[in-house]
């Protein structure tokens, strides 16, 4: 299954430099109002380059853990 | 998940930065706190110390033990609280100009006598925050407020300057080496002895607007893109391909005794000794000798 990512940008510390929006592999992020604006985050793969590439700790990617309904094969495994 | 962990050393309240919109200094801070992370080192073994400048701000932002001292003067200052507390990691953060200038005294004697703190400097070849005046690393041609028909003079090479000096650690990154520099720079903080490194930066708003590259953070990017080669492909170019660029890597890791443990050890031998004579001569002729 695919995995998902939430993206938070802190708009506070964001100084729209541009950086995380060329440096994304999948242009999951767009500038608007001098902002970095998430418009695409379903096609996120989680390769963390954004925030390596913010140089004010702005942005935010944490992989969403997908909760496994009890009884199904995943959770049997463990 | 990598901010977060960066967050972590962070004094939030303090946030957002100083610095220009896509100023490489919160580049090198990131990976810098990564860095510390990585090594897994408590806040309050850590001291951190910045001299003048843009990159003074540094300590600010950083939840450990931090001064924020006068120009040239991190590393003179930094020896002292290495000397009081041998137990920290201490960090000596700096521009090319508080390195190189009027700090070029301070930095080439720490490499001698191999004092153990680790030295970064965030060299944008440029002096930021007082109106983009020529510093000693200002690449040769570059326009600067005080060089508006182009630097005539050659840059300073930092690293040169401290493996000549004896800096028994010493390498060259950038801020497009990210996350590579989180490596380099825990290694320098782990050696035992006087680490150097030397990371070529942007500063978008003084160097970047005079040459041709705008205030557009890629733009100065690229350029740093351009100017630095890793060591490996350094290898096979020629020294004709080499000028202008600045070459990446490692450039020394040795070890070495190093003043500070040196110093202490003098100091409890003689302390030993003294003990040892006291025991002969009575207590009172040591405490006089103490006393003057
Ligand atoms: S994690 Fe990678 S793909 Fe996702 S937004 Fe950041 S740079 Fe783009
Ligand atoms: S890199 Fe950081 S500061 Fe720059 S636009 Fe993106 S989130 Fe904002
Ligand atoms: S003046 Fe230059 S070095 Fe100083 S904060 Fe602005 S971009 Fe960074």
């Known amino acids: 299954m695919k995995n998902k990512f939430i993206i938070k940008i802190n708009e506070k510390w964001c100084k729209g430099c541009n950086l995380c929006i060329e440096f994304c592999p999948k242009n999951v992020l767009e500038l608007k109002d ?4 998430v418009v695409s985050p379903e096609d996120c793969i989680g390769c963390y380059i954004c925030e390596y590439r913010c140089p004010d700790f702005a942005i935010e990617v944490n992989k969403v853990e997908e909760e496994v309904p009890v009884g199904s094969e995943k959770t049997n495994k463990r | 998940m990598k901010t977060e962990l960066a967050k972590k050393y962070l004094r939030l ?34 001291a951190m110390v910045s001299g003048i400048g843009c990159s003074g701000r540094t300590p600010g932002y950083v939840d450990v033990h931090t001064l924020h001292t006068t120009h040239g003067r991190a590393i003179p200052f930094a020896t002292g609280i290495k000397l009081m507390k041998p137990e920290f990691y201490v960090l000596a953060v700096m521009g090319d100009g508080d390195c190189a200038a009027i700090g070029g005294n301070h930095f080439i004697h720490a490499a ?42 050659e840059p300073f090479d930092i690293v040169e300057l401290a493996l000549g000096a004896g800096a028994t650690f010493v390498a060259r990154s950038s801020i497009d080496e990210i996350p590579k520099l989180d490596r380099l720079i825990a290694d320098g903080i782990k050696h035992k002895g006087f ?35 890793p060591m ?11 000028k202008g660029k600045w070459i990446t890597g490692i450039f020394r890791d040795e070890d070495k005794p190093n003043l500070i443990d040196l110093y202490l050890e003098l100091n409890k031998k003689l302390k ?10 009575g207590v009172e002729d040591v405490r006089r000798q103490d006393e003057t």
């Open chain 2, 13 to 46: 309240e303090k946030l957002p930065t100083l610095w220009c919109s896509g100023c490489g200094h919160g580049l090198i801070l990131s990976s810098l706190l990564r860095a510390l992370y990585l090594l897994n080192i408590e806040k309050d073994k850590v």
């Open chain 2, 195 to 229: 680490s150097v490194i030397d990371v070529i930066t942007i500063c978008p708003i003084t160097f970047g607007r005079r040459n041709k590259l705008g205030e557009d953070p890629m733009m100065n990017l690229r350029w740093v893109q351009d100017i630095t080669v």
């Open chain 2, 232 to 242: 490996k492909k350094a290898k096979d170019m020629s020294k004709e391909e080499l």
């Open chain 2, 272 to 281: 030993h000794s003294m003990v040892d004579e006291s025991s002969k001569e």
């Open chain 1, 34 to 37: 001098a902002k970095a604006k």
């Open chain 2, 112 to 153: 001698r006598r191999n004092i153990d703190i680790t030295a970064i400097v965030y060299n944008n070849g440029i002096y930021g925050m007082t109106g983009g005046q020529v510093s000693p690393t200002t690449p040769y041609g570059a326009y600067a407020s005080t060089a508006p028909y182009g630097q005539l003079e």
